[in-house]
């Protein structure tokens, strides 16, 4: 893949359930690297524009490549190329923090050799120590979301997407939140991720609001308020789902 | 209306201390908030209020009854709105409301006023079953039915988790009107803006009340200043502020970061502020004072 080519690319992508059209031609491209917040109110289509990325779900129309790879006929390199976590799933509570660890990296292919150094560099980077043999489900919140986002990215994806991922964190923990994905874009990780926290919009390099399925508006922060003229992001979310016909 | 003293609440034999020696009060007609992360222990003191759970030590009453002795009087005299979504996923949006009002022998018409302004958003509706519901529908018919038996006490858990803003505004437009009928609500969120919208509130954490006062009191009561700044580059300057010794509190806030303003010796902060950035080779340099926010008091607590 060319360095400078799009990680995530779309394309009039589109997806109908019955008369229903729940995400409706919309286009966009992310680069490597790349912070990309994805709002939208609920009921708006991301998280059925999401599954189409992952490779979960079939378009109706449109185009998608992720990684390179095409969302209609190659979902299992996608899936390879990809991590994703969310609020609902993240880890396997009646697991260990090491077993979590191990059982993720498993499944996306890390060798055993791997799969030890990457573990001790992990659980030393979060500060899990004493708790790598607890059980997930013993955590705090704040700590199994930090651990479900690193364990991730563990297989080094080409992309990452996460749905919410800080709801209901506390507000100090949600931030060491976006350190830890501000790390991972340095390194060269994109990052796909949705939030209803407005604070959280101004942290990504590029945000695009969903409205009824469409796109409504695409730019960085500071370009999205001044095309609509408000001082915050709230502000400028307001402007545009207010007038949203599928909310629910 | 509720007033707790000194319930504490474990779980696993004690190893869990969900909730520890925590007291409040709330009066009449008011709007009280629990504001916390999850795992701050506000579930738990819902689940006593409500009589579902009991403490382990500690007493409270709810509408001048006790939570333990009166627990039948309780549950026909308050709502409640689990952060769970718990209602019949079979039956219709009608049925799941005919169904509570029989319940608590009452009729939907009877109390009807109490929730039009709600239902009839979901009334085109009508026919779903309420498992087929969307989110914010879902919201909406679980409160219509916490009220159709004319409650003094409301109870919503978390009732704006995973709702986006423009939702969460009106969630809570509706619950102003429903205070101006003369309820007492006690609601629990872990959006701090939300907390604004409370006549009261507390803060939690770690089953723990950290703080309790009027939104504005909360925000008046912040120790010291707070400080805004801005530059082209904010993550490099974010990481200046936080490797700077001797260490000063800072953190990303939207789009600038909070500096705490204690600690910060004798100079000027806006100045020093100034001078650490410049030096580091930052431009488009802002520093200016903020009013603080509920958020940034949290965060003041969780980190001093």
């Known amino acids: 893949m060319n360095a400078n080519q799009p990680v995530i690319k779309a394309e009039n992508l589109t997806k109908r359930f019955g008369d229903f059209i729940a995400t409706n031609a919309i286009s966009f491209e992310v680069y490597k690297g790349e912070i990309f917040g994805f709002l939208g109110a609920n009921g708006a289509g991301k998280t059925t524009a999401m599954r189409m990325l992952c490779g979960l779900s079939v378009p109706s129309s449109g185009t998608a490549h992720i990684a390179g790879f095409d969302v209609y006929r190659q979902t299992e390199k996608i899936k390879r190329n990809i991590g994703y976590m969310s609020q609902k799933f993240s880890l396997y509570e009646d697991l260990t923090v090491l077993e979590n660890i191990r059982f993720f990296g498993g499944i996306y292919g890390l060798s055993d ?18 708790e790598a043999k607890k059980l997930v489900g013993e955590l705090p919140l704040g700590w199994k979301q930090k651990l479900a986002f690193s364990v991730s990215i563990l297989h080094e994806p080409t992309v990452v997407f996460l749905d919410e991922p ?24 994109t990052v796909f991720v949705t939030t209803h926290y407005m604070d959280e919009a101004e942290y990504c390099h590029r945000i695009s609001i969903m409205v009824d399925g469409r796109i409504a508006a695409l730019g960085t922060p500071k370009e999205l308020k001044a095309q609509l003229n408000e001082s915050s992001m709230d502000g400028v979310f307001y402007q545009l789902a207010r007038g949203a016909k599928n909310t629910d | 209306m509720v007033s707790v003293n000194n319930i504490t609440k474990t779980y696993n034999k004690g190893a869990v201390k969900a909730v520890n020696d925590v007291s409040f009060s709330v009066d009449e007609g008011e709007l009280f908030g629990l504001i916390g992360p999850d795992g701050a222990g506000k579930s738990s003191i819902f689940r006593i209020l409500t009589t579902l759970l009991l403490p382990d030590t500690g007493t409270a009453k709810v509408a001048g009854y006790d939570v333990i002795k009166d627990y039948r009087q309780i549950r026909s005299s308050v709502g409640y709105m689990p952060g769970r979504f718990s209602l019949y996923p079979d039956l219709s949006i009608e049925e799941n409301l005919r169904f509570f009002a029989t319940v608590f ?19 085109p509706f009508k026919k779903r079953r309420a498992g ?5 529908m879902k919201q909406k018919l679980a409160l219509c039915c916490a009220l159709i038996h004319k ?9 704006t988790t995973g709702v986006d803003p423009v939702s969460r505004k009106e969630f809570w437009e509706m619950l102003k009107r429903l205070k101006q009928q003369g309820i007492t609500i006690v609601v629990s969120t872990p959006y701090m803006d939300e907390a604004t919208l409370c006549d009261r509130i507390a803060l939690i954490q770690h089953g723990r009340i950290l703080s309790i006062n009027s939104p504005q009191g909360i925000v008046a009561a912040y120790p010291g200043r707070l400080y805004a700044v801005k530059a082209r580059d904010m993550p490099r300057a974010s990481r200046v502020l936080s490797a700077h010794t001797p260490p000063i509190n800072s953190y990303l806030f939207g789009e600038y970061i909070h500096v705490d303003g204690q600690g910060m010796g004798d100079r000027d902060p806006i100045e020093l502020l100034n001078g650490i950035l410049t030096q580091a080779g930052l431009d488009s340099i802002e520093v200016m004072p903020v009013i603080p926010t509920i958020e940034d008091y949290f965060i003041k607590l969780l980190t001093t």
């Open chain 1, 113 to 130: 050799q791997e799969l030890r150094l990457k573990s001790d560099a992990l659980i030393e980077q979060l500060g899990l120590q004493s």
């Open chain 1, 166 to 189: 800080t709801g209901g964190v506390d507000p100090v923990t949600r931030r060491q939140f976006w350190a830890l994905i501000y790390e991972a874009a340095g390194n060269g990780i």
């Open chain 2, 105 to 123: 022998n009452t009729t939907v018409e009877q109390n009807y006023h109490l929730i039009e302004d709600i239902y009839v958003q979901i009334a």
């Open chain 2, 132 to 136: 087929k519901l969307s989110g914010g």
């Open chain 2, 151 to 159: 409650p003094t006490v409301l109870f919503l858990d978390e009732p």
